[in-house]
């Protein structure tokens, strides 16, 4: 158990040197039922990461005093952080190739300017994957339910089967009720970024989504918004 948690929340060290972007992370982080730490260079951030070690960082590529990367090196090579999950944050202007060629040994790569949902989804997904907090709970919407843990859905108490791409799909929409998300947005949010998939895959999966959660004379749950995107919804348009 990472000694970072606390009361069950988990923790999140932002290493961010640009102080309003530091802000808004913590207040959209802390609003989501983050634990929010923050430090504004390279080696404040290791002192923090031996201090009290959080479940996940979100590291800033270009940072003063030591880089993202070096930071990301150093916690690599320490036995006590080697599994530590971390997103590094880079700007548009960084060769994403060179980027990714540095090896850092970050889990994940998210470039700024980001979409704040699709980071939150990227942390929430990394978490589960290293088994730093295990979901739990459910996730509810009109009469749809479904229970993290078992990852039983079901629609007006009848099951529901649905295949993996699907179910993080309805996930990621049970997580945003009623928010339009472009298929860039989807892509990147339940898909992850390191795999190359055509937009047109997100209409795919969309309608294998609906064909299995809407049952015969139930209402679609799926918006689709004409030159937009998808959104989970009730109201017709
Ligand atoms: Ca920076």
Redesign the pocket.
């Known amino acids: 158990m990472p000694d970072g948690s606390i009361s069950g929340r988990p923790s999140v060290l932002v290493v961010?040197?640009?102080a309003a972007l530091a802000t808004l992370l913590r207040y959209n982080l802390e609003k989501q039922g983050f634990h929010v730490d923050e430090a504004g260079d390279g080696q404040e951030a290791l002192n923090r990461i031996a201090e009290t070690t959080p479940d996940l960082v979100l590291l800033?590529w270009?940072?003063p005093t030591l880089s993202g990367i070096e930071v990301c090196r150093q916690l690599r090579r320490r036995h006590e952080t080697r599994g530590l999950p971390v997103i590094m944050l880079t700007a548009r202007t960084e060769d994403q190739d060179a980027v990714r060629g540095l090896n850092t040994g970050a889990d994940d790569y998210i470039t700024k300017p980001f979409n704040m949902e699709a980071l939150i989804a990227r942390m929430r997904a990394l978490l589960r994957r290293t088994g730093a907090v295990p979901a739990k709970g459910s996730l509810e919407f009109h009469d749809i339910s479904m229970d993290l843990t078992t990852h039983r859905v079901q629609r007006g108490g009848r099951a529901v089967q649905l295949g993996p791409t699907e179910y993080r799909l309805l996930e990621f929409f049970l997580r945003h009720p009623r928010r339009v998300f472009t298929r860039e947005e989807l892509l990147d949010g339940v898909w992850g970024r390191d795999i190359h998939v055509e937009l047109r895959t997100v209409d795919v999966h969309i309608r294998r989504l609906r064909k299995s959660i809407n049952g015969e004379g139930e209402l679609d749950v799926v918006r689709t918004v004409r030159a937009a995107g998808y959104a989970l919804d009730t109201e017709a348009l």
């Open positions: 961010e040197d640009e800033d270009m940072l």
